[in-house]
C-alpha cells in the first residue's frame, strides 16, 4: 500500500520537529518570557478596550494603528512596519519568499534553531558560522562566508539566543555593506541590551529587523512580533503573511503595552538588567564557575571541570 509519507519532502521527513518540554519548575527558566508578568495597567486597559470592541467583526485588515504606534517606538517609518503572530510568523514569513531550491541560508550557530528548521523545509541550504570561543560572533569568519558563497539570507540573533552576545553596529555595518543579500537582525531580546540596530534602517535597504512581544513586553501568550524594514522589503514579506494574522485582543494588548512602555514595562526591564549583571559579577566569585556577559534576560556560564568534581 501507498505510504502517504513517501510524498512528504525527504529533507522534512529528517528533520526533528521544533519542539520544547513542558517542564514546569518553581523558578521558570527554559522560555526567557518576563517573570513579572504583564503590568495590571496594561491587563485593565487592554479587557477594557476590548470590552467595547465587537467581536463579530474581523480585525483590521492592516493593523494600521500598532503599526503607527511601532514605527513610533522604533524610530522608523509605519510603512517599513509589519505586525505579525509572533516574530516566529515574520522570521517564515521572510524566509518564505526568499528561500526555494538553490538559495544559501547564512546563520552563525549555537543560535535560535527556528532559522536552520524553516530554511530547510522550504528547500534551501544551511550555511553555518560557529561563534567564536568566546562565544561572540565571529565577524571576519562571517565576512568571508558572505564574500565566498554570497548567501541569499543571512540571520543574526542579537542579543544571541543562547548565548547574550550582540553585535555591534559598527561590525553589522561591515556585514551589511558586503552584502548582496538581505540581512536579518533578530532582536527578540534588544530591550535588555539597552541598544538597536534600529538606526542602520536608514542607510540599509538590506536590513531588516525583528522584534517581539513575548519577551520584555511581558505579551507572550498573545503572539504579536514585528518586523521593521524599508517599504519595498516590508511590502514583500507582507505577501507571504495571512490575512487577519494578528486577532484583535492582541493588537489591542499590543497597542497599550508600547503605549505604557516607558511607565509600565521599562522598569522591569532595568530589574532584569540590574540582576543579570549583579549575578554576573555573584558568579566570578565561585570558583569553577565562569559566567559570559550577556545582554539579554539569560547567561551562559561554564564550568570548568576540576580534578575533585570528576
Ligand atoms: C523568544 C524568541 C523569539 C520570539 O518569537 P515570538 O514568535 O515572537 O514569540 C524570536 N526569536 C528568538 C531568538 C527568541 O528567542
Known amino acids: 500500500m501507498a505510504n502517504p509519507l513517501d510524498r512528504i519532502k525527504p529533507r522534512v521527513r529528517g528533520l526533528k520537529a521544533y519542539t520544547l518540554k513542558p517542564d514546569r519548575g518553581a523558578v521558570k527558566l527554559n522560555q526567557n518570557e518576563n517573570p513579572w508578568g504583564v503590568p495590571e495597567a496594561v491587563r485593565a486597559e487592554t479587557l477594557r478596550r476590548m470590552g467595547r470592541r465587537e467581536w463579530a467583526r474581523y480585525p483590521d485588515f492592516v493593523p494600521a494603528?500598532?503599526?503607527?504606534?511601532?514605527?513610533?517606538?522604533?524610530?522608523?517609518r509605519a510603512d517599513g512596519v509589519v505586525a505579525g503572530n509572533g516574530s516566529n510568523e515574520l522570521i517564515q514569513a521572510t524566509l518564505m519568499v526568499t528561500v526555494g531550491e538553490?538559495?544559501?541560508?547564512?546563520?552563525?550557530?549555537?543560535?535560535?534553531?527556528?532559522?536552520?528548521?524553516?530554511?530547510?523545509?522550504?528547500g534551501g541550504e544551511v550555511l553555518s558560522v560557529p561563534l567564536d570561543g568566546a562565544l561572540g560572533f565571529d565577524v571576519e569568519a562571517l565576512l568571508e562566508a558572505i564574500e565566498r558563497d554570497e548567501p541569499d539570507v543571512t540571520i543574526?540573533?542579537?542579543p544571541n539566543n543562547p548565548?547574550?552576545?550582540?553585535?555591534?553596529?559598527?561590525?553589522?555595518?561591515?556585514l551589511l555593506t558586503r552584502?548582496?543579500?538581505?540581512?536579518?537582525?533578530?532582536?527578540?531580546y534588544f530591550e535588555f541590551s539597552g541598544r538597536t540596530v534600529?538606526?542602520?534602517?536608514?542607510?540599509?535597504?538590506?536590513?531588516?529587523?525583528?522584534?517581539?512581544?513575548?519577551?520584555?513586553?511581558?505579551?507572550?501568550?498573545?503572539?504579536?512580533g514585528?518586523?521593521?524594514?524599508?517599504?519595498?522589503?516590508?511590502?514583500?514579506?507582507?505577501?507571504?503573511?495571512?490575512?487577519?494574522?494578528?486577532?484583535?485582543?492582541?493588537?489591542?494588548a499590543a497597542e497599550v503595552a508600547v503605549e505604557l512602555y516607558d511607565a509600565e514595562l521599562r522598569p522591569t526591564v532595568e530589574r532584569v538588567?540590574?540582576?543579570?549583571?549583579?549575578?554576573?559579577?555573584?558568579?566570578?566569585?565561585?570558583?569553577?564557575?565562569?559566567?559570559?556577559?550577556?545582554?539579554?534576560?539569560?547567561?551562559?556560564?561554564?564550568?570548568?571541570?576540576?580534578?575533585?568534581?570528576?
Open 65 to 76: 494603528a500598532l503599526h503607527e504606534k511601532l514605527a513610533a517606538f522604533a524610530g522608523w
Open 102 to 122: 538553490g538559495k544559501r541560508v547564512l546563520i552563525s550557530e549555537p543560535t535560535f534553531a527556528l532559522y536552520r528548521q524553516v530554511t530547510t523545509v522550504l
Open 156 to 158: 543574526l540573533c542579537s
Open 163 to 174: 548565548t547574550g552576545c550582540r553585535i555591534s553596529e559598527e561590525e553589522l555595518e561591515r
Open 179 to 188: 552584502a548582496g543579500g538581505i540581512v536579518v537582525i533578530d532582536e527578540a
Open 198 to 224: 534600529a538606526p542602520l534602517l536608514e542607510r540599509h535597504p538590506n536590513l531588516a529587523v525583528f522584534r517581539t512581544f513575548s519577551k520584555a513586553m511581558a505579551l507572550a501568550g498573545l503572539r504579536v
Open 226 to 252: 514585528y518586523l521593521l524594514a524599508a517599504p519595498e522589503l516590508a511590502r514583500e514579506v507582507s505577501k507571504a503573511v495571512l490575512p487577519y494574522n494578528l486577532n484583535a485582543f492582541s493588537q489591542t
Open 273 to 310: 538588567v540590574a540582576e543579570r549583571e549583579r549575578l554576573f559579577t555573584e558568579l566570578q566569585n565561585i570558583g569553577g564557575l565562569a559566567p559570559v556577559r550577556s545582554c539579554a534576560n539569560f547567561m551562559v556560564v561554564r564550568r570548568r571541570r576540576t580534578c575533585a568534581s570528576v
